[in-house]
Structures are given as C-alpha cells and as structure tokens.
C-alpha cells in the first residue's frame, strides 16, 4: 500500500594507542517513561529542506554505498509529496529512513557517522514529522510505563551529532523523530549491540575514522500485536567500513532478539541477544538488497546457526586466512 500527502549521556573516550575519541555512548535506549505531558516539538515541512539525510559517497568517491533498496513488499512503502516531488526517503540530518505505509515503523535508518569530529547535546523531546501524515506515525499508542514499550532508536541518538555546532545540533534533533524509533521492551539491556558503532569506529581507518550503519526492525506478518501495535520481535544492523588493517571496504552484519521476552500471556524482562549474522541472511529476512555490501562480508555462519556475541572482540571484520 501506497500512501501519498501533499504538503507544501554518559560519554566513553576510545583510545588505542594512534588516536582518542570522545564519543557519547548510550547505555540504554531512551525509555519513552511517561507519555502523559510529553512534550512533542512541532515543526514545519520547510524546516527540512535543507537536510541532505544519508550519503552514499560518504566513505570516499569511489566506494560508493548506496542506501538498501526493497525486494519484498516494495508497495508498502510511505510515498509522500515535498516542494512538488513524490519522494520515499525522509532525509535528516546525516541520516535518513524509509517508513512502512502499513506498520508505521521504519524499514529502515541509514546513518553516516565522522568519529573524527563528534559533538555533545542533551537529550532533547521526541517529535512527529511533518512532512508524512500523523496517522502514519507511531506517536504514543504503545509507548509509555511498564508493561508498555520503550521508544528504541534505530540510529543512535549520538551518531548523527557530528559536524558544525548548526549540524549537530540538527543531528541531535532529527534523531528523537517518532519515525526512528522502534518498540523495544524495557528496561533494556544491550551493551553490545549500542557498542558496535563505537567499536566499528576504533577499527576505521585513523586518518578518517568514517562508518556508515544501516539499521531497522524485521517486518513479519506473524509479529504479535500489543497495545494495538504490531510489534517487531527483532533487528538487524549492517556496518560498513574502510578497514584500518587492510584499508579495503568491510561490511558486517547482526542481528537482535527480543522474541524470548515477549509473550502472549506475559511480560518477561530481560537482557537481548545480539549475533553476528551475514549480510545474504538478513537481506532475505528484511526483504532488501545492500548490492556489493553481501560480497564483502568475511563472516560464514552455518545455515541459521550464529553465536551469540558476549563482547564486541567477538567480531569479525575481516576475513582470516
């Protein structure tokens, strides 16, 4: 289905010997505790026209990544119409997402990250977008107190806020978007899975310490829905770049669970498991298409077998010989 409108923290520094970072890390997803006098900050369709979102040449000219295209449901995607143009994507601040016209979540966030040049806001309210109708968003349905959902960001709230002090601050902005956030259970727990990112970065290249990280829920008919919203059961995320050790472009892929704590008759709270998994293997279960990214993935897992990862040295980035 198509649906179409006109409209006109604490902080971790990351030293390894040849360079320091001080990056923000998070140590949970934001809880989305009290949706009673939450604040959502309004905004203009115009106030975007200058966000770029995304980019592909990001890690250099000649290596390209452009952001995933749609193999499966491709008519469930949010068409909307901006200065005269039917567009798909919405571009914020480094980043960007596509949104599922019929679950109102995002198929997925793609996030360009400079670890070379981070900067630190505090956390500021979650807003609706404007430029897609209300009722295409998830705003507080199913948000709120236990036994309700956190918001879970798909691209960190600190990836984006990088750059200028305008830039980031806009970064830090765009990221608290209804449209970037995900139902995940709470309190939640993922160490690893909010350290990839950080951990993505010490293996850059130093003399760029660029990453680009594609993020999103697995959409599945069979999602349980709760507080009138189906909810995904689990996510993936896709990290790409320019090695240090070999200076050639990686890619990697994972994937978390929260499906061992949802249940029909109740609530169970708990820590969620991140894997390692292939590019190929989540290609097919989201039903997208990361073009030469599959190619470049060293890891080889057995058919639906991975381990589960308990630290980020766990990870492989390259393929040993």
Known sequence: MSITVDIGNPHQTVDDGNCTVDRAISVGVDDGSSTDGEVFVESAPEEYVDRKGYQATFLGDDLAIPQPTITTDADDVLTFALAGHHEQVLKYEHYSALMSATRRLCRFSAVNIDGNRPKKFARVGWRTDPRIPM??????????????????????????????????????????????????????????????????????????????????????????????????????????????????????GYTMSQRDFLSEEEFVYGAHETAQRSISSIERRAGLSFGALAELDPFEEQEGIAPHLTDVTQIQFIRHR
């Open 135 to 252: 009722d295409a968003q998830i705003k507080a349905e199913c948000y709120g107190n236990p036994p309700k959902f956190a918001r879970g960001h798909m691209t960190r709230r600190e990836d984006p806020v990088w750059g200028s002090d305008t830039a980031a601050s806009r970064g830090n902005a765009d990221s608290m978007h209804v449209t970037n956030a995900v139902p995940q259970m709470q309190p939640f727990n993922a160490g690893i899975w909010l350290d990839l990112e950080d951990y993505a970065l010490q293996n850059a290249r130093r003399d760029d310490m660029k990453i680009s990280v594609f993020t999103g829920p697995f959409l599945h008919d069979d999602d349980p829905t709760m507080f009138g919203v189906q909810v995904p059961v689990e996510f993936w995320k896709i990290i790409a770049f320019v090695h240090d050790e070999t200076g050639e472009l990686c890619a990697t």
